[in-house]
C-alpha cells in the first residue's frame, strides 16, 4: 500500500506554482515515483483556468500497462481515476512530512483498479530480493516442534497458481542445509489459502491447508498464521494516517488477479 499511496499523492501533486497543468510533466512525474513503466497515459478534464490557478482541477485520470512499482514486480493494469482535486499550491510547495495532505483543501477522493497477471508473479518469485523475504515468511510457518525442528534452508523455486472461488495455491522448493549428522535435502512445501474481502476493508484469509514433503502442516498452526496476517491486512489501519481505503473486488482468475479499491485522503490541518 505504501507505494499506491506514493502514485496517488504524486497524481494529486500535478499541479505547478503558476497553475499549469502539462499532461506529460504530470506522466514523467508520475514515472519518478516507480522503477519502470511501459505504457503510461494521464488525462487531465478540461477546466476554467482560473480554476486551475486556484488549485482546482476537476479530474484526472491515469491508465498505465506493465508498472513495476519495485524491481522485478510487474503490474500488468493500473489505472486511477480521482474526483475533483481541491489543492493549496502554496502549501504544496512546502517541504516536510505529509505534504499532500498539508495541502488538500478538502479531501480527496481515487478509484484504483490493479490487475496481476499470475505469469507476472511467478516471474518476480525468481527475484533474489523477493525470495528472501519469502525465506522469512516461510521461517514462521514452519512448525517448531522438538520432533520435528526448523531446518535452514534456501529457497530454490515458488510458484504461485491462482484456482477458482478465489483460492490461491504456493508451493516451494527448499534445500535443506547439510548438517554433521544428516546431507543436504529438497523440502517440498505447499500452501493453499482462500480470500474473503470483509466489509471491504479487511483482506480475510481463510480455510488455510498446507503440508511438507506431504506431510500436512498443523490446522492449528496455519489458522493461528492466517489470523495474524488478515489482522496486518486489515485497512483500516490507515485510518490514523488520515487514509480510507475499501476493497471493492478481489477477484483471481482466468490467469490474473483483479483488484479494484477506493481510497481517500483526508486533509491534514496540523502536524501529527
Do not use: C
Amino acid at each position: 500500500m505504501e507505494w499506491l499511496t506514493v502514485i496517488i499523492a504524486s497524481l494529486l501533486g500535478i499541479l505547478t506554482p503558476t497553475g499549469v497543468i502539462l499532461e506529460k510533466v504530470a506522466a514523467d512525474n508520475l514515472r519518478r515515483q516507480v522503477k519502470d513503466v511501459e505504457q503510461l497515459e494521464v488525462r487531465i478534464d478540461n477546466v476554467p483556468s482560473h480554476q486551475v490557478i486556484q488549485g482546482k482541477v476537476d479530474r484526472v485520470r491515469l491508465a498505465s500497462r506493465g508498472v513495476y512499482p519495485i524491481t522485478d514486480l510487474r503490474i500488468d493494469t493500473l489505472e486511477l481515476e480521482s474526483d475533483r482535486i481541491n489543492i493549496d499550491l502554496a502549501k504544496l510547495q512546502e517541504k516536510g512530512n505529509n505534504q499532500i495532505q498539508r495541502s488538500l483543501r478538502e479531501p480527496a477522493q481515487v478509484a484504483v483498479r490493479i490487475v496481476f497477471k499470475e505469469a507476472d508473479l511467478n516471474q518476480a518469485l525468481q527475484s533474489p530480493e523477493i525470495k528472501a523475504q519469502l525465506q522469512q515468511f516461510i521461517k514462521q510457518l514452519l512448525p517448531k516442534r522438538s520432533d520435528f525442528p526448523i531446518p535452514t534452508f534456501e529457497l530454490l523455486n515458488a510458484n504461485f497458481d491462482l484456482q477458482d472461488n478465489n483460492r490461491y495455491r504456493f508451493s516451494a522448493q527448499l534445500q535443506q542445509m547439510s548438517t554433521d549428522n544428516e546431507p543436504a535435502q529438497t523440502l517440498e512445501l505447499v500452501l493453499e489459502v482462500s480470500v474473503n474481502i470483509i466489509r471491504g476493508r479487511q483482506i480475510q484469509l481463510s480455510q488455510p491447508a498446507g503440508s511438507l514433503n506431504g506431510r500436512k502442516l498443523s490446522s492449528r498452526l496455519l489458522n493461528g498464521f492466517a489470523e495474524r496476517l488478515s489482522e496486518q491486512l486489515d485497512l483500516q489501519s490507515l485510518e490514523r494516517n488520515g487514509i480510507t481505503a475499501r476493497v471493492l473486488q478481489l477477484k483471481g482468475d482466468n490467469n490474473q488477479l483483479d483488484l479494484a479499491a477506493f481510497v481517500r485522503i483526508e486533509p491534514q490541518t496540523r502536524e501529527q
